[in-house]
Each structure stands twice: as structure tokens, then as C-alpha cells.
């Protein structure tokens, strides 16, 4: 049996890992542009110098070997469900079963969001980001998110809150938080709800202790050369980061796959694609699945869908209903380069814990969650004139 996983990212390699480590030995196929893997979560110090290029892409010659996997360069641009077909930028290839992963993409329906600094698009764009900090004297420097209230997992809010911490925590170690005034937006009404604290007003409160002005449930209109358009008034801004809402897959659009409003693809809490039950499956950011809303898409939820539609794979392959289904669960540290927060969320508990250790917590569970791919390459990523 051939499987094709398209994305080589935290739900494709889980796939292709939890297939071999399950005891599968028939053909997998990885489509995806790069051979390589972007670790988003570490890229939240690269503004501090803790992390650069080489800390968050890895070369996957090694994984591709290990797992005895095909490699195929290319993205996918349309999908044929009935002959079972893909297109791709490499040509057309049949598949038995399809997992897909190509991940989310950032809406860039906002006017003005060429002036912004997006942090989600890659070193690029993290490197002008540390690089205007350093050359900035004083002034504003404003962060936001968007959201969607048709999708409210679509978010990213959290990896902003941990460059906007980092970011404060960064100027006071360099002595020159006075000279900056942070201003925090967002079109989102309740940040507490998501997060699911009990405790009103913990991030207000977060936020006020730190200085920072919070501007929260505006309507974000646009963005100018220096400048942050909310509910039609302009908040100066010397430097703005900004993580818009997330959308599904362009290239989904030219498929026959169901897509929810926002374009991701349906799914069951299985990872089954509606309606392709058996052969197409769909796991992290790519897809819309049947989830309380504060499930989000993050890597850590991407990686038990992985592990869960390997699981439902291999029953559908042995002609077994099986009906496996992941944890909903949020967790996350809230990175502060000083600390962090821990938060956690399932459907029985909420909790929000601050503690100084938080940060090594994190830098260890990171070190630990790419070990192998460090070890494959001498310790190092790839580094990429
Ligand atoms: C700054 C930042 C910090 C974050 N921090 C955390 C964190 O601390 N914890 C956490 O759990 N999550 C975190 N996240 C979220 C996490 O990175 C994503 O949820 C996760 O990457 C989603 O995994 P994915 O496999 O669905 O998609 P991705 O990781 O985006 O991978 C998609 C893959 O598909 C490939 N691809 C794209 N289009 C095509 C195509 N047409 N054809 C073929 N291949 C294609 C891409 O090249 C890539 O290899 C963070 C995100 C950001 C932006």
C-alpha cells in the first residue's frame, strides 16, 4: 500500500514517525517543498539572540533515511478525490492513502499588512524583526493578533504574548525599557475566556504589571508606514508584529475536499476527511475538526492528531471501525524570557501557574522534542545563504 503524506511539518513527521514506530513497512511518500523542518516554537528568541537560524530549521536527510521514506519535492496544487489522484509542482502521483498536513496560512486580507512585521512567516522575517529592535532608539512598538469569530481556534495568540513578554523582558535587561512605550492590540473581546482562566483579568492584570497598554476587542481596519488603524483611530507605531487569524490552505480551494468557512478541511474527531472516510485524512493546522473552541491549533495538538489518524489508518486498513480520538487538552508555556506561564486546559480542568522556572521548562522540552534531529546533523540545523 502506498501512503502519501503531504507537509513536512509537526503533523506530517509525526505521521511518518508513528506509521514506521507502529510496526507499518509498506511505501511512504513525503511531499513537501523544503526537506527541511522549521521549529516555530524556539523562534520566540530569536529577537533575544538565543536561538538563530540553525536552532530552528533542520535538514530531514537523516529522518528521511531513517524511516525509509520517498522523498518528493514539490507542493501539491489540486487533488482529484475519485480517481485518487494529486497534482503537484512535481507532477501528478496516485495515492491508496492521503494524509494531509500541509499546516494553516496567515490571512493577509488587512490593509497595510506589507508595513507590519509578521513573525509567522519564517527566520526572515524573525532576523528584520531583531534587527529594527537593535537600531530603534525609542518609541511605540505594538503587537497584535486577529481573530475569527466563525473559527476561534484559528488563532495565534499565544506566541504573540510570548514575543510581546520576551520583548518587554528584553529592553528592561538592556536598560532601556524607559525609552519604549508597548502598546498590546487585539480584535479579540475576552482574552481570559480562551485560555479558559477562571481568574478574571489575569492577562489585564499581566499586561498592567508590565506596563504595557492594552487595547483589547478593537476592530483592527489596517495598518500604515508607522501606523495601527483601531476602530478607526491611528495608534502611532515605530514597530509592529502582528499575527493575523489563520486561514486554510490556498490550494485546497482547487480540490473537491469539503472546507469549513474559513477554508480548512473537514474532518471528523478522528482525523477522516468527511465524506473520504478510509482514504483521505487531515491532521494539525490544515484542518477544521469538531473541537471546543479553545482546542487550538497549535504543534502540540497537530502531534496527537498524527498519533491518533495513524491509529485510525492502520484500522481502516485492516477493515476495523475504529474510532480513536485525541485528548483535548491545551497546554502551553507561555514563554517570558524571565519565566513563563503554564497554562492548561481540559474539559475538567483550567489552571494558569507563573513561575521563573517555566522558561527552562520550556528550553528543555524543546531541546528534548528535537533531539534526534540535532543529533542527525552534528548538533546543528541548517544554515542557508
Ligand atoms: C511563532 C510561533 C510560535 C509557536 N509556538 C508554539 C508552541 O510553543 N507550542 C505549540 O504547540 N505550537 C506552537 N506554535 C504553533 C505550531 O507551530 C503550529 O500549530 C504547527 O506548526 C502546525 O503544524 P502543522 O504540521 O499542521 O503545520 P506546519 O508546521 O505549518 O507544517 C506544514 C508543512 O506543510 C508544507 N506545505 C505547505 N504547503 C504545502 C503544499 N501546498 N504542498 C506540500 N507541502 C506544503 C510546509 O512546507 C510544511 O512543511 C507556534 C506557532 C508560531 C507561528
New binding site residues.
Partial sequence: MKIIV?????????TIKTLRRRGYQGSIVL????A?????????WVPAGLYQRHDLNFPLDHFIQHYRVEYVA????GLDVVTKRLY??AGAMDYERLVI?????SARNLPGIAHVFL??EGYRSLLAITERLALLQGGTLAFGFSGNENDPAAI?G???F??LFGIDTLLRRQKRRDNFHLVFFTSCPELDARWGIREKGYLRRELARRGIQSCVGQRIDGFGEDQVILDGCELKSDLTIF?PELVG???AKQSSLPLSENGFIRADASCRVSGLEGSVYV?????HYPLPAWV????????LQ?QVLVKNLIGDRQGEQTQYTFHQEF???V?TLDGGILVYRDSKRSIALRSRLFHWA?RLF?WSYLFDYRRANNGRGVIKK
Avoid: N, Q
Fill in positions: 503531504v507537509g513536512a511539518g509537526f503533523a506530517g513527521l509525526m511531499l513537501a517543498p523544503l527541511e523542518m522549521f521549529y516555530y516554537p524556539a523562534s520566540i514539490g507542493s501539491i496544487t503537484t509542482t498536513a500541509t499546516g494553516g496560512e513573525p509567522c495565534r499565544e506566541p504573540l510570548e514575543f499575527i490552505p490556498a490550494w491532521a494539525g493546522d490544515a484542518g487550538p491549533k497549535h504543534g502540540h495538538t497537530a502531534d498524527a497546554v502551553y508555556i514563554d520550556k524543546i
